[in-house]
């Protein structure tokens, strides 16, 4: 089993509508969350980072923890043709060291 | 203003040369880590470090090494190159359990 998963799509919506992007982890000591824009050839960019269970948003952005299901997920209202990009979901594993693992990411296209 | 710095963007090594990638970040971080970044794989941790001189194996440490003498420099070495090193790889440093930031990334060739 990986440590964290994300279906890698890609995940195709039109322009407007609301993109959900999901992932899962196996470590249930892990206790900080994140998701992270790549663009293609780019670095990982910082989008929202979540240590609580609930939502957390942040304009477009919304993202859910729930610890319990081991489960992350990325709500991105009012998809931009500029979203379209890969996101990954990170995870830091409480190994007693901040061990920063990452998915496999998920592409998202967003057709005008 | 957060910076992570690599040394290269582009690199081209003979199979066999040690190669040495190297990170620099200004913010007084902790914590440093080398990935590498190949279609369909994602990210893979190779090794990280908490603090100068302490390293940890990350997923996929065989054929690399790293070096931390200082706190704010984190180098990544190949011994001896192989063509199945040819990848893109990423630096990237956080303050304990926080978002880490990324340098910029360099794409290696081993021929």
């Known amino acids: 089993q990986k440590e964290v998963e994300q279906n890698s799509g890609p995940l195709s919506v039109p322009e407007g509508a609301i993109a959900s992007l999901n992932c899962t982890y196996s470590d249930r000591g892990s206790q900080s969350f994140f998701w992270y824009r790549q663009y293609s050839g780019k670095s990982p960019e910082l989008i929202m980072s979540i240590y609580s269970n609930g939502d957390k948003e942040d304009g477009r952005f919304t993202a859910q923890l729930n610890k319990a299901s081991q489960y992350v997920s990325l709500l991105i209202r009012d998809s931009q043709p500029s979203d379209s990009a890969t996101y990954l979901c990170a995870v830091i594993r409480d190994t007693g060291f901040q061990k920063l693992v990452f998915g496999t990411g998920t592409r998202l296209l967003v057709s005008p | 203003d957060v910076k992570v710095t690599q040394s290269s963007r582009y690199l081209v090594k003979r199979t066999g040369e040690k190669v040495f990638l190297e990170c620099v970040q200004d913010?007084?971080?902790?914590?440093m880590f080398w990935y590498r970044q190949d279609p369909g794989l994602g990210l893979r941790l190779i090794y990280f470090s908490y603090d100068v001189k302490m390293k940890e194996k990350g997923d996929i440490p065989e054929g690399y090494s790293v070096s931390r003498e200082k706190k704010e420099r984190f180098s990544l070495i190949l011994e001896s190159a192989s063509t199945n090193q040819t990848s893109m790889y990423l630096c990237a440093s956080s303050l304990r359990a926080e978002e880490a930031f990324f340098g910029q990334g360099t794409r290696l060739t081993v021929v």
């Open positions: 913010m007084d971080h902790e914590n």
